[in-house]
C-alpha cells in the first residue's frame, strides 16, 4: 500500500514540476508567435513587408514583393486584352529599350525608305504628349546622314508597349527633327511679351493648328496655369497661340 502510495506522490510531482517548466519559459500573457494570418484589414503585416489587397495595388505589373514582372510582349498583350495584326510590331518598354534600333530593324522588314535609311545615324528619340484622350502619346525617331534628317519613324507608346507606326521623309532639307527649336520657340514667345524661361514640352492633337503628328507643338506654362503654344505656321513662320483650335467639318 505504501508503494502504491509513494509511485503515485512521484507522479504528481512529475506533473508539477513539467507544467511550472512550462509556464516559466513561456510566461504569463505571451500571446503565439507569428503573425495573424487571419486578420481581416485589407493591410496585412507579414514581417516588415505590408502585404497590399488587389483592390489598393493598382498598379499592373508592378514590381512588388507579391507579383511577378512580365517578361513577354505575349504576357503583356494578354493582361491588356489587346489584339494586334503583327506582334512583331510591338516591343516592350524598359529602362534599356533601344527605339531607334527597333525602328530600323521594323523598316527594313517592311522595306520601306531603304535609300534614306542607308548609312544614317540615329538621333535622340523626341517624346510627344498627346493632348487627345482618345489617342496615346509617341515618340519620334530621326534619323541623320551628312548632318541632315532623312527619315522619322514614329513609335507610339502604350502603357509598356512600343508599337512602331509611321515612318515619313522631312518635306524640306532640315537639322532639326521638331520645327521650331526650342530655343527659337522661346524667343517668338519673348517677343510676344512672355517669360522665355517657362517650363515647356511638345503636344499633339488634331488642330488647325497642325494636322500632322511628325509636326506636334510646344506647350509653355506658367505658374498660374495659363498656357501657349508656338508652332511652324504654313508659311513658315513661327506662331504663338493661346489655345489649339479644334477643326470642325465645314457647313
Known sequence: MKKRTLFGTSILVLLALVLVSYWFLSGPGTNSPGPDLNATESKTMVGTITRLSDEENKTPLAKTHNQTSVETIEDVLAARNLTLSNKDDAMLLTEDSDLAAF????????????????????????????????????????????????????????????????????????????????????????????????????????????????????????????????????????EVYDELTEKTRAG
Open 103 to 238: 525602328a530600323r530593324e521594323r523598316m527594313n522588314r517592311h522595306g520601306v525608305f531603304q535609300d534614306e535609311l542607308d548609312g544614317a545615324v540615329a538621333g535622340e528619340p523626341v517624346y510627344v504628349y498627346s493632348r487627345d484622350e482618345k489617342l496615346n502619346d509617341y515618340y519620334l525617331v530621326p534619323f541623320e546622314k551628312d548632318g541632315y534628317i532623312t527619315v522619322v519613324a514614329e513609335i507610339t507608346v502604350m502603357d509598356e508597349i512600343a508599337l512602331f507606326g509611321g515612318v515619313g521623309a522631312p518635306s524640306i532639307q532640315t537639322e532639326d527633327v521638331v520645327r521650331p527649336t526650342l530655343d527659337k520657340a522661346r524667343e517668338a514667345l519673348s517677343a510676344r511679351g512672355h517669360d522665355d524661361d517657362l517650363d515647356a514640352r511638345l503636344v499633339w492633337k488634331p488642330c488647325l493648328q497642325t494636322m500632322s503628328r511628325s509636326s506636334p507643338v510646344w506647350e509653355f506654362i506658367d505658374d498660374e496655369g495659363e498656357t501657349w503654344y508656338v508652332c511652324d505656321s504654313f508659311d513658315g513662320t513661327i
